[in-house]
C-alpha cells in the first residue's frame, strides 16, 4: 500500500507505476518462471486492494488487471498518477498516517526525505498533458487510431470491444459530470489535428541556403498525431543527411560517415516533443532550422525550474527534478519514439563522437523562453561540396579549375581527409610528386588521427600508379597503426602490390572478421598465404614442410569461400585458377585439380593461360604415374 500511495503521488512527473503480485523479486530482478497465483487468489486479492485503496486518504481506484505469463496467472496492478494528489497511506510499522513517494526504486516517506514541501506544491498542479480537455469531446479521439497504437505497442488491450472502456483503461479520457470528456494527451496523440486545440502542437522545418543571406530554400510543417509528426520528420530529415561512401574498387566495403547522426537528431527532436509545452499560450511549434554547417531543434518554453545548463554537459548529471508532460513521455516510450528518462543526452554526445562530428550544443536563456539544441555538421560535410563542384568541372573538361578548386578547399580545411586524399591524387596525376608528399606531411600535421591511414594509403596508391615504387615503401613503412578494418585492408593490398608479403599478412590478419565479407581481400590474403608457403618450400628452413602445409590449408579454405561469394565473373575464375594450384601442390585427386582449372576457362575462357597450366598438369602427372607404375614393375618396361 506505501508503494501504491507513492505511485498515485508520482513526485517526479513520471506518471505512476506498476505492482506485479504472483511474481517474487531478488535484486531489484524479477525471478522466473514466476510462481504465480491461483484464481481464487487472484479474485481475493482484488477485493483485498479495491477495499484497502478506498480506505486511503483520499481514496484511490487502482486498475486491477489479471494476466497470464509463463503459464502461469498473476495479477498486475496499474496506479496512474491521481489528479487528486496527495495521498497518505498508514505506516505499519511506525504508525500513523504518511505521505509515501518514489524516489529512484525505493519508497520512501516523503516528509523524512525532504520532499513533502515539493509534493504539496504539486497538489494543485496535475501536469497539462494529464489534464481534461473540456472544450473537445470524446469523439475526436479516433478509435482507429487507438486501435492501432495498441497494435503497435502489441497490448492485450486490442482485444476490448467497449470503446469508453477502453479509453478508461488507457487514461485518455475522464468522466466530468455526467459525460466522458478527452485528455489533454488523447487529443495529441490520437486526434486528427491536435493543432485545432493547441496551437504549437506541429513540426515547422526550414532549410536555409549557403549564401551569405541565408535564404530560405524550402518549408515543410509536420501536422497530425504527435507520434506521427515525429515519424514524418525523422523520415524527412533522413532523405536530407548527407552520406559520404567512398566505394573501393571490386569490393563490397565502404567507408564513410554522415552530416548528422540519425541518433542523435532523433533524440533532440524527440526531446523538443517530449518536453516542450502545448498550452494554448504557447503557439510557438517546435522548429528545425537546416543550416548549411549545423541543425537546430528548438522548444518553447525552456527546461523547466531546477535543470542548469552544466547539467548537459557531457560529464553532467541531470537532477530528477519532474518532467513537464508524463504522459507524452510514456506514449513516446511506448512506441520507441523515446529512450528512458535521461539516457536521450548520452546518445546524442555518443552518436555525434562515433561519427567523427564536434559535439553537440545545447542552450537556453535566462527566461527560460526557448531551449535549443545544436548538431553541427561533419567537419568533411563542407569538403562535399568541393567535391562536387571538381566532379562537374571535370565532367565538363575544366581540369585546371577543377584542380583549383580542389586545392583552395584543402587551403582552408587542412584537416579534411577527403580533401587531403584528393589534392594527393590529383598532384601525382599531374607528376606533382612532391607537393603531394608535402600535403601528406600538412596533413599529418594538421589532420586527425583516425584520418591518417587513409590518406597515407592514397598517397602510397598513387605513387604506384606514378611508379614510385620506392617513395610508396617508404610512406606505406610509416604507417603505425590503422584504426579501422578497412584502414588495414588498404594497406595489406597496398604492400602485396609492393611484394611485401609478410606485411600484407599481418594487415589482413588485422582486418579481422572483415576480410571474410570480402572478395577481393580475401582473394588476395590467399595469394599472400600461396607465395609465403612458396617461400617457406625454398627457404628449407625448420619445420618448413608444417609451415608450407598450414599456409596452403588456409589459402585452400579461403578460396573454397571466395568462390561461393557474390563477386565478378573474372574473380571467381582466377579463384578457380589459384585453388587448382593450391589442390596440386596439397597433393589433391588429380579430378579435383582438374574441375577447378575447367571451372576457371568455362567463366574466362579468353584466358589461355588457364588453358595452358591445364596441359601441364596433365602433362605432370601422366609422367609422375608412368614412374609409379615402373617402380611398381621393379624397373622394367
Not at 74 to 100: E, M, T
Not at 151 to 165: A, E, F, I, K, M
Not at 250 to 267: C, H, K, L, M, T
Not at 358 to 387: G, N, Q
Request: aromatic residues 8%.
Amino acid at each position: 500500500m506505501k508503494t501504491i500511495c507513492a505511485f498515485a503521488n508520482d513526485y517526479q512527473n513520471l506518471n505512476g507505476g506498476y505492482v506485479v503480485i504472483g511474481i517474487a523479486e531478488e535484486d531489484g530482478r524479477p525471478v522466473l518462471p514466476p510462481d504465480g497465483l491461483t484464481p481464487s487468489e487472484i479474485e481475493q486479492a482484488q477485493r483485498w486492494l479495491r477495499g484497502r485503496c478506498k480506505s486511503m486518504r483520499p481514496s484511490l481506484e487502482p486498475i486491477l488487471s489479471p494476466e497470464t505469463y509463463s503459464d502461469r496467472h498473476i495479477l498486475v496492478v496499474w496506479i496512474p498518477a491521481s489528479q487528486n494528489r496527495p495521498h497518505r497511506a498508514p505506516d505499519v510499522h511506525g504508525g500513523g498516517w504518511k505521505y509515501w513517494i518514489r524516489v529512484g526504486e525505493s519508497t520512501v516517506d516523503a516528509e523524512v526525505s525532504g520532499g513533502l514541501e515539493m509534493l504539496i506544491e504539486q497538489t494543485a498542479r496535475v501536469p497539462w498533458d494529464d489534464r481534461v480537455a473540456l472544450n473537445a469531446r470524446v469523439e475526436d479521439i479516433r478509435e482507429t487510431r487507438v486501435r492501432e497504437y495498441l497494435r503497435d505497442v502489441q497490448s492485450g488491450l486490442l482485444d476490448r470491444s467497449d470503446t469508453h472502456d477502453l479509453y478508461r483503461r488507457l487514461a485518455i479520457c475522464s468522466p466530468v459530470n455526467d459525460h466522458e470528456a478527452p485528455r489533454n494527451v488523447g487529443l495529441l496523440f490520437f486526434s486528427d489535428d491536435p493543432a485545432k486545440w493547441f496551437a504549437g502542437a506541429r513540426i515547422e522545418v526550414v532549410r536555409f541556403a549557403a549564401d551569405r543571406a541565408g535564404k530560405v530554400l524550402n518549408e515543410r510543417v509536420f501536422r497530425g498525431p504527435l507520434a506521427d509528426q515525429v515519424r514524418g520528420c525523422l523520415s524527412y530529415f533522413e532523405g536530407l543527411s548527407h552520406a559520404h561512401l567512398q566505394k573501393h574498387r571490386d569490393r563490397n566495403q565502404v567507408r564513410g560517415w554522415v552530416s548528422y547522426p540519425q541518433i542523435a537528431f532523433r533524440e533532440a527532436l524527440v526531446n523538443a516533443v517530449y518536453h516542450r509545452a502545448y498550452r494554448q499560450d504557447t503557439v510557438e511549434p517546435t522548429k528545425v532550422f537546416l543550416h548549411p554547417d549545423r541543425v537546430e531543434v528548438i522548444s518553447y518554453p525552456g527546461p523547466v525550474p531546477g535543470i542548469e545548463g552544466h547539467h548537459l554537459a557531457p560529464d553532467g548529471h541531470v537532477p530528477p527534478i519532474p518532467a513537464r508532460n508524463r504522459r507524452i513521455g510514456e506514449f513516446l516510450k511506448e512506441l520507441d519514439l523515446a529512450e528512458g528518462r535521461f539516457t536521450g543526452l548520452p546518445q546524442i554526445y555518443e552518436s555525434m563522437r562515433q561519427n567523427g562530428s564536434p559535439a553537440p550544443k545545447f542552450d537556453f536563456d535566462d527566461a527560460r523562453s526557448y531551449f535549443r539544441v545544436t548538431l553541427p555538421a561533419h567537419p568533411e560535410y563542407a569538403a562535399v561540396s568541393a567535391m562536387q563542384d571538381a566532379a562537374y568541372l571535370r565532367t565538363v573538361g575544366s581540369l585546371d579549375d577543377a584542380f583549383s578548386r580542389i586545392r583552395n578547399a584543402w587551403e582552408a580545411n587542412a584537416s579534411s581527409a577527403i580533401l587531403a586524399a584528393e589534392v594527393i591524387r590529383m598532384h601525382t596525376e599531374r607528376g606533382n610528386i612532391t607537393e603531394a608528399q608535402e600535403a601528406w606531411e600538412r596533413f599529418r600535421e594538421h589532420g586527425p588521427e583516425f584520418g591518417r591511414a587513409h590518406v597515407a594509403n592514397v598517397l602510397v596508391e598513387a605513387l604506384l600508379e606514378a611508379g614510385e615504387d620506392s617513395l610508396a615503401r617508404s610512406i606505406l613503412d610509416g604507417i603505425a597503426e590503422v584504426p579501422t578494418p578497412t584502414d588495414a585492408i588498404d594497406t595489406a593490398i597496398l604492400a602485396k602490390r609492393l611484394g611485401e608479403r609478410q606485411i600484407a599478412h599481418r594487415y589482413f590478419e588485422r582486418a579481422g572478421e572483415s576480410v571474410l565479407n570480402d572478395a577481393r581481400a580475401l582473394h588476395e590474403f590467399a595469394q599472400i598465404k600461396m607465395r609465403l608457403a612458396t617461400d617457406a618450400y625454398r627457404r628449407r628452413g625448420p619445420s618448413w614442410t608444417e609451415v608450407n602445409r598450414r599456409l596452403l590449408s588456409e589459402a585452400r579454405d579461403q578460396l573454397e569461400r571466395v568462390i561461393l561469394m557474390d563477386a565478378p565473373p573474372t574473380r571467381h575464375a582466377w579463384a578457380w585458377r589459384d585453388l587448382a594450384l593450391v589442390r596440386a601442390r596439397l597433393q589433391a585427386p588429380r579430378s579435383d585439380v582438374i574441375a577447378a582449372y575447367e571451372r576457371a576457362s568455362e567463366l574466362l575462357p579468353d584466358e589461355s593461360r588457364f588453358a595452358r597450366e591445364l596441359e601441364s598438369f596433365r602433362t605432370r602427372s601422366a609422367s609422375s604415374r608412368y614412374r609409379r607404375n615402373r617402380n611398381s614393375r621393379g624397373g622394367q618396361g
